[in-house]
């Protein structure tokens, strides 16, 4: 199970696939921390990849604790030390333009968190 | 039982301050400490900079995130938030056996060898005359100590700054400073721009002393800027109060012995007895000295002086009340980060409303710490929090304000029985901020944030971790000329003994907001010289 989680945080998170390795890390971390246990919110979001990001966006607004979200900043923890995914988490040198994206980005995120507040009522 | 001339409780800054003097004194000097210490981390982390380190090592996770991957678990703001792995020895067993009741006050407590100094910000202050005489620390003597102790344990600092006199003060022989980061660098050139106008509000700007060294000495290596000041103490640089002790170690009078907490002592005809509970088998164990030195920290001592002399007096308490406030600095964002730098404080803001009453700002960025932890408190999804950090990160600041604190009636600290605890009892203490109190810190800190903007660093939202958090206690046993019970002379002897001496913080009767624990240490000095100076 931690396994296909950890498949989809990853690609979630970073935006492609991520090795062998992290997933199983992501799987022995979520087993020392306890993180087994899942919710109605997770299982929803591990059936239908594509609420993650509204799921997540609306949970960190009104329950930044959520499992769902200790999960994926576990997912992110352990990526961030990851040797092959530390420029995903590094400072930067940025242009102009991708200041731009960035605040796309952010206009994006609001968009997601706005749908993932309605969709949550009929997860839960 | 076991006799020495000088038993010092404590490894920590004041206990190693205070062991040094009186072995330069000529004692024969034992330490008794619990002394647990790091014996996982501390090997497993490579001689790189933190960004080598996360670029090239595959087991980084075990240091930055722990073997169990505990430090990645979702967990609160709150005191020893700021723990790397390789530093939560600092507080390990101290659920166990340091029980307190404290409702919402969150103290920081250790058991560790170095005590919390083990990983303290190595920030120093030197406190003003007035600052002194509310403590009740006396001036001429606490100003030699301070060189003494500057000299021994080596400081950087600016010796050319609007904040001097808040800082290393007239201390002789500072080292350099260490070069800013870009974006500290940033806001000090800012700051020479709008000085006038900064400094008309009350508040200057400069280096902070650190207790960190850029040239070597006595053996220790000089900061090599490996950024990783939060995991490991980069070849003795930072200074720590194992470096004393393990110099101290080589000396014929001096004993250490570790794996005991001492629980309480008697005085018969001037010859003191203490019972310590042996932590690796639980035995009880005695030793008999002549002059007894308690410098475990504020509520260490206060742990062992109600067990020995009373059981239901109230003690007074101080902590300073402490704020953080992330800020962002609009001309950093996107730019890179050099690898080479340090983590401690860059910069330090202080505001003077008059001699006695300072708060301080402290000023970090954002380095080597890791960006999940930022990212739990974002109100975005993780995957875009991540995206829009990654380009605020090189612009991201911290700014803490300390203020300084009095006592009232509403901060004590007393004992009570607790069957479940080894020791029998444990700590009750209760702490709040007086209205008026409440008022100043906020109106305060409002004008600490005004002054950042002017720098260009825009506060996010401020952050009250809860009071005890900013580490910095004292006052539980004030300094008096009357032979008070519960009280300290001002040569640091617990009033009603002959030769039970107390060297840390707590007869201080005022905390300043500056930095303490160059303070401790100097007062540590201060009081041992004198008890090697006694026949």
């Known amino acids: 199970m931690s396994s296909d989680e950890a498949a989809s945080f990853g690609s979630y998170l970073l935006g492609r696939e991520i090795d062998a390795a992290s997933r199983a890390a992501y ?30 966006g609306a949970l960190a607004l009104v329950r930044p604790d959520a499992p769902l979200r200790k999960k994926l900043l576990l997912m992110a923890a352990v990526l961030e030390t990851r040797p092959e995914y530390c420029d995903d988490f590094l400072p930067r040198e940025r242009s102009t333009r991708d200041a731009l994206a960035v605040a796309a980005s952010v206009a994006r995120a609001g968009v997601l968190a706005a749908f993932g507040l309605l969709l949550l009522p009929f997860v839960r | 039982v076991i006799d020495f001339d000088c038993i010092v409780v404590g490894s920590g800054a004041s206990g190693a301050m205070a062991a040094q003097t009186l072995i330069e004194g000529g004692a024969r000097v034992a330490m008794l400490d619990a002394g647990l210490r790091d014996d996982r981390y501390a090997r497993l982390i490579p001689e790189k900079t933190f960004v080598d380190i996360r670029r090239t090592e595959p087991e980084q996770y075990r240091y930055l995130l722990g073997e169990r991957f505990e430090s990645a678990a979702f967990r609160r703001v709150g005191a020893g938030a700021q723990l790397t ?228 007096s109230h003690l007074p308490l101080l902590c300073n009340d402490y704020t953080y406030v992330p800020c962002l600095v609009a001309g950093r964002l996107g730019r890179s980060m050099p690898a080479h730098a340090q983590s401690l404080t860059q910069l330090a803001l202080f505001h003077e409303r008059a001699s006695a009453d300072v708060a301080v700002g402290t000023i970090f960025s954002y380095r080597s710490l890791m960006l999940f932890r930022l990212l739990r408190e974002m109100p975005f999804g993780v995957r875009d929090a991540r995206v829009l950090m990654q380009y605020l990160l090189s612009g991201f600041v911290i700014a803490g304000f300390d203020h300084p604190q009095e006592r009232t009636e509403g901060k004590r600290v007393w004992r009570e029985s607790d069957s479940s605890s080894p020791t029998g009892d444990r700590l009750a203490i209760a702490y709040e901020l007086t209205p008026a109190e409440r008022r100043d810190h906020r109106t305060r800190e409002r004008g600490f944030a005004g002054v950042l903007r002017t720098l260009g660093a825009w506060p996010l939202r401020r952050v009250h971790p809860p009071l005890g958090s900013s580490i910095h206690y004292a006052g539980t046993l004030p300094y008096g000329d009357e032979e008070r019970p519960l009280t300290l002379a001002r040569d640091g002897r617990l009033h009603g003994t002959r030769n039970v001496f107390v060297a840390d913080a707590s007869g201080f009767t005022f905390l300043p907001a500056k930095p303490v624990t160059l303070s401790l240490m100097a007062n540590a000095h201060r009081i041992a010289d004198g008890i090697a100076r006694r026949p």
């Open chain 2, 85 to 312: 792995p390789p530093r939560r020895f600092i507080v390990e067993r101290v659920d166990e056996l340091l029980r307190l009741r404290a409702g919402d006050f969150a103290p920081l407590e250790s058991l560790a060898f170095g005590g919390l100094a083990a990983g303290w910000g190595l920030m120093c202050g030197v406190y003003s005359g007035s600052e002194l005489e509310r403590a009740s620390l006396p001036e001429a003597p606490m100003r030699a100590a301070y060189q003494t102790v500057a000299d021994r344990i080596g400081i950087c600092g600016s010796g050319d700054d609007d904040a001097r006199r808040f800082t290393v003060g007239d201390l002789a022989r500072i080292q350099p400073p260490p070069p800013l980061d870009p974006t500290a660098a940033l806001l000090a050139t800012r700051y020479q721009r709008r000085r006038a106008a900064v400094n008309g509000l009350g508040y200057v700007l400069g280096r902070p002393a650190l207790a960190l060294l850029t040239q070597p000495k006595d053996g220790r290596e000089a900061t090599r800027l490996r950024d990783m000041e939060f995991y490991c103490d980069d070849g003795g640089a930072a200074w720590r109060p194992a470096a004393t002790i393990a110099r101290l170690a080589a000396h014929p009078n001096f004993a250490y012995d570790g794996g005991v907490l001492v629980t309480r002592f008697d005085e018969n005809d001037g010859a003191i007895a203490l019972t310590a509970f042996d932590l690796r088998d639980g035995t009880l164990r005695r030793y008999g000295c002549r002059r007894l030195v308690l410098a475990c920290g504020v509520f260490g001592t206060a742990r062992i002086v109600l067990r020995s002399h009373d059981e239901g």
């Open chain 1, 27 to 56: 799987a022995t971390a979520a087993r020392e921390l306890a993180y087994d246990a899942t919710d109605r919110i997770t299982e929803f979001a591990l059936r239908r990849a594509w609420s993650i990001a509204p799921l997540d």
